[in-house]
């Protein structure tokens, strides 16, 4: 049996006349860019992430490089982040000319750690980007807390998490504003790179729109200084289509993730994802960690079991960040990306395929623990 980690064309398959024909009318109706289409997306995606206001943009990466911008932060500001994380979370604040602070974050979830943000705000921190990492929400309710005692926002990252909840509210609608991405591997993915920013904020939205359209409301009239960051007409045709079926692809997520935990459960060579309680997560990934990653996943891969590393490194270690971290004492839980391990997870598995990787599994820890 071939376990496929990622199939971007198999989920689609019984709708895949629907995309055919959204993209035909994009297509026939000579309106690309800023268009209907678009607009249909932006009050569709806001509703169902209970935010007033939601703004397409380019990718996830300009969504969060907007959001900085539209609050003012650049250079002398400093921003927290996950240490562990896409690089792409650090990368905007370093665009926007401030710098990404590292917080530790909590071994079982993954997600940054409330009790740890004190320890590294200081008299330029102006906000917080919290990551919903692997399609958990973070513990918002707590990082709120920290926040407003800090008297700084908080920025979402839920590039990761379309459709999470932390007490039956959806990510995306708890800070002041929120970035998405619909990168085509994402739980909600267009065909190519697009992205949306979210907020309950009128003035920030609209601020992030200008930002967005070259710094302009009006064709040459530029109020400040901008980017050329738009959600296309295509895209947002794809992702009209897509968003109606995203709660039914999450609920599968969900089904496949039961049948892991509970098949893996008694596994000692394995630490399994926790769920944070009054969290609806979604699976974006399914994350295991092992003392012996790099052994598993080569005899998975023997078994036609395809895995990835969901990250190899955290920023700070890497080329762009090291030599700004040198000194840096506060690194707990860097180790983490050397234990880690996403197993296939996605629409297109059915159980019998997660029961194989399960079997192979069991088979693991019989032949080597």
């Known amino acids: 049996m071939q376990i496929e980690f990622l199939n971007l064309v198999k989920p689609v398959k019984d709708i895949e006349n629907q995309i055919e024909d959204a ?11 800023n268009g209907p289409k678009c607009e249909e997306f932006e009050s569709a995606f806001a509703a169902y ?14 969504a969060l490089k907007i959001i900085l911008m539209s609050l003012g932060i650049g250079p002398g500001d400093e921003v927290l982040v996950p240490r562990h994380t896409f690089v792409a979370t650090w990368l905007a604040v370093t665009h926007v000319g ?5 917080v530790e974050i ?10 740890n943000v004190n320890e590294v705000v200081t ?29 700084i926002p908080i920025i979402e990252d839920a590039a990761q998490a379309h459709g999470a909840t932390h007490h039956n509210q959806k990510v995306g ?31 920030l939205a ?24 738009r959600l296309d007409e295509v895209q947002a045709a794809i992702l009209n289509v897509k968003l109606k079926y995203l709660d039914t692809w999450n609920a599968k997520r969900n089904v496949l993730a039961e049948r892991y935990l509970d098949r893996l459960e008694p596994l000692t060579c394995i630490e399994l994802p926790k769920l944070l309680q009054h969290n609806y997560h979604v699976w974006h990934l399914f994350v295991i960690k092992t003392n012996k990653r790099d052994e598993l996943q080569t005899f998975l891969s023997d078994a036609n079991i395809q895995t ?41 598995l059915q159980l019998d395929q997660i029961d194989y990787v399960c079997d192979k599994l069991h088979e693991y820890e019989f032949k080597f623990y």
């Open 49 to 62: 992430c209970g935010s007033k206001h939601c703004v397409g943009v380019g990718n996830g990466f300009d």
């Open 23 to 33: 993209m035909v009318s994009v297509a026939r109706s000579g309106w690309y860019i």
């Open 123 to 151: 008299k330029r921190t102006k906000a917080m980007i919290v990551v919903h990492l692997y399609g958990q929400s973070a513990n918002m309710n707590q990082l709120l807390t920290v926040a407003s005692s800090l008297d």
């Open 106 to 115: 909590c071994t079982s979830t993954y997600n940054m750690c409330p009790k």
């Open 308 to 348: 990835l590393i969901h990250y190899p490194s955290t920023p700070d270690k890497m080329t762009a960040y090291k030599q700004d971290f040198l000194d840096n004492t506060i690194q707990r839980n860097g180790c983490i990306t050397e234990s880690i391990l996403s197993l296939p997870m996605g629409p297109h």
């Open 206 to 229: 609209d601020k992030a729109r200008t930002i967005a359209n070259y710094g302009a409301k009006k064709r040459y009239q530029h109020e400040m200084i901008g980017v050329n960051s």
């Open 98 to 102: 401030a710098k990404p602070v590292p």
């Open 173 to 203: 609608s708890f800070g002041v504003a929120s970035a998405f991405s619909f990168y085509p591997g994402k739980n909600l993915g267009a065909m190519g790179d697009a992205g949306a920013i979210c907020t309950s904020d009128p003035d």
